[in-house]
Structures are given as C-alpha cells and as structure tokens.
C-alpha cells in the first residue's frame, strides 16, 4: 500500500510528454537519498477526509540506505470506526538497486507479510499471493523514490502482487502541500490504479492521488 494507496484524478495526458520528460530527468543513480538520515512525513485523506498519516526515515548504514515506512489509517463513520489499516515496511538498498525487503500489513484485523530479496536470478518476492521472481531492478510501489518513474514492474508493499506500470503524460504545474504552494512536475501513471504522482525538480516526492474502489485517496507532504 503506502505509496500505492489510491485517488482519483480526471484528465490523464496521452501521448509522448511523459516519454520526455523522464528521459529529461536527472540520471542520479541514488536520488532516493536526497535526504539521508532525514524522514518525510505525508497526511493521507479519503475524499477529502483526513484518515492517517505516512511517514517516512532514511537511516544510511555503510554503503546501504535503510528505508523504513509507516502507515496508521483510521476510518471513522458518524463516529464508529469502520476500518483501520496499519503498515510497516523495511526497504534496504544497495549500489542503486533494492537489496531486500519486507513488510507487516495489518488490514482491519487481516494479516500480510511480504518478504523480497535479491537474487542471482532477479528479485525473489515471497507473499501471501505466492512466491514470484521479479526483475532484478524491480521496485515497490511506494513513490518516495522519484526512480519508480523508470520502472515498467512493480510490486505491492502489502501482498508482494506484481503489476505493470505506464506512464501516461506530465506536466509542470503548481499543488498545495505542507501549507503552501509548491513548484512541481505531475506524472500521470497506471499501475496497480490509476493516479498521478507529483515531485519537485530535486527529486522529493510532495503528493499522489489515485482511485481506489471509487475513493479518491490523496497523499500529501505534510511539512
């Protein structure tokens, strides 16, 4: 879930826009760590609604860069809690590539566990869909690392489910985040839903919005 927890958006661009705008982007093989040893910390509301947080740290470890995600959604209706959600994540990355990963889902009282590594071979996935072999630069559906946008696979954070990803279009344009007006690019994409992402010229990941079962699911920098 985290990155990919989803909204809607009308008006996707088609055509070749997106094409050129990341082959225009930087080719900083470790981008991701435009904030070592920081965090990022986003709000995420359901139509609107203020519904959990997101938060991100960075803690760099030798020549690795650990990536720790969590996720608290609490849904209330006329002040009963309908559905809560609770994700942990542990990313480890290593001369550019993901080297391990794995996460502990806890979706209104169901369990998840997802564990990837690495291989010889690819990137060995292992959840509760099954055991799959992804490619060896496959990524995690979580946005905080603009290089996602370069990545025709994708794998869920929750149940390791493997997705195709396209890019549709982008443009440069101005979004509300943290309290203020921010300067940044939006890609419009269709992984697991479709959505559009948004990141300022420096790489940092400010907003994403995606439909999810009719919900339009924001998520944006908090601060």
């Known amino acids: 879930m985290t990155g990919g927890f989803v909204l809607r958006r009308r008006g996707l661009l088609a055509g070749g826009t997106a094409l050129a705008a990341l082959a225009a982007m930087p080719k900083a093989r470790a981008q991701y760590v435009w904030q070592p040893g920081g965090g990022l910390n ?3 509301t359901a139509d609107g609604r203020d519904v959990g947080a997101l938060a991100y740290t960075f803690e760099p470890a030798g020549a690795e860069l650990r990536v720790r995600t969590s996720v608290a959604i ?13 994700h942990q994540a542990l990313e480890t990355w290593r001369d550019g590539r993901l080297a391990a990963f794995v996460s502990d889902t806890d979706d209104d009282g169901k369990p998840h566990h997802v564990d ?3 291989t010889a071979d ?3 996935i292992v959840g509760p869909e099954g055991t799959y072999m992804a490619p060896a630069d496959v990524m995690a559906a979580s946005y905080w690392n603009r290089e996602i946008l370069t ?4 794998f869920d954070p929750q ?5 195709p990803q396209t890019i549709h279009g982008s443009a440069r344009e101005t979004i509300r985040a943290g309290g203020r007006p921010i300067q940044a690019m939006r890609y419009d994409l269709t992984a697991k839903e479709t959505g559009s992402v948004w990141y300022e010229d420096s790489g940092r990941w400010i ?3 995606f439909e999810r079962r009719g919900t339009l699911v924001e998520q ?4």
């Open 116 to 118: 990837g590594t690495a």
């Open 220 to 223: 944006r920098l908090a601060g």
């Open 207 to 209: 907003a994403s919005a």
């Open 42 to 44: 986003y709000r995420v």
């Open 122 to 124: 690819g990137f060995r």
């Open 151 to 154: 990545r025709t696979m994708l």
């Open 159 to 163: 149940d390791g489910e493997l997705t």
């Open 74 to 86: 609490t849904v209330d209706i006329a002040f009963v809690t309908v559905w809560r959600y609770a």
